[in-house]
DNA sequence: CAGCATCCAATTAGATACTG
DNA sequence: CAGTATCTAATTGGATGCTG
């Protein structure tokens, strides 16, 4: 590792830090529809309508809020086709592709673990039940 | 892999559907606050004291809130010792350390990425300026 | 098709006061 | 110390209508 050319936080950054800047970029990626769209960008390149349907549930606001964010911030790239109807297509940058895979991986999580996690928040809720009301005999 | 005794959504997880299960608990992980709490617990339990001091930032109602919501899901432990003042821990439970990894990647690659971030959200700004204001000669 | 603008409902988060 | 309860401010998100 040499030198680099941009060392505003270099070394120092630390999202514990509330005025740290990594916590910008931090509250984009903890966002349930950062991680779906960046998971679904992550093998090619996609139209918004694809996309939208892709994400079941996402509004139409949301996902081009999500997408002009991710954009801004270099993660996603935005390539309109001067054609008629419009097709816009949305695609990972490499700086994307670096962390896309990182949040795939919690997708997958999500997807491996929910059974355990709906038995645990099953258990807990049971508990908390049983403690507010011992009623019954 | 053998049979397992929970085929809910064995295979079948898919947290691209509204509907899915998982997208509960992507919900959850999907979180700045889950994301450093779960962060900080993987080195160990810590007190509730040394976790708000920790997390810059947090709010003591977010920080209970957050913790109550990992305990429900399984992620974390919380143990009360009934001293006086009173003392409680909270660490990471095997599943919560089974995904703390990948957090701490989502906030680590924040971390070390800051700084491009930062310059492709200014290069897009100032593009956007441009484009709305392209008097000045 | 791929948006933007607007209005409004709902959720979330902060501040504050109080408790075992 | 580690909360709970409450009130309010701010943000978010959904629905709808319009446009190049």
């Known amino acids: 590792m040499g030198t680099t050319s941009d060392l505003r936080f270099f070394g120092g950054a630390d999202a ?22 960046m998971g679904a960008l992550a093998d090619g390149p996609l139209r918004f309508g694809v996309l939208r349907r892709k994400l079941d549930g996402i509004t139409q606001k949301m996902l081009t809020q999500t997408l002009r964010s991710l954009e801004r911030d270099g993660l996603v790239t935005r390539t309109v086709y001067p054609t008629i109807p ?16 990182l949040l795939a991986a919690v997708k997958e999580w999500s997807e491996h673990h929910i059974d355990t996690v709906l038995d645990a928040r099953a258990a807990y809720d049971e508990r908390a039940a049983q403690e507010v009301e011992p009623v019954t005999a």
């Open 86 to 101: 419009p097709r816009v297509e949305y695609g990972s940058t490499e700086l994307g592709r670096s962390v896309s895979g």
């Open 16 to 37: 514990y830090l509330a005025a740290c800047p990594s916590r910008q970029i931090l509250d984009v990626l903890a966002n349930k529809w950062t991680m779906l769209v």
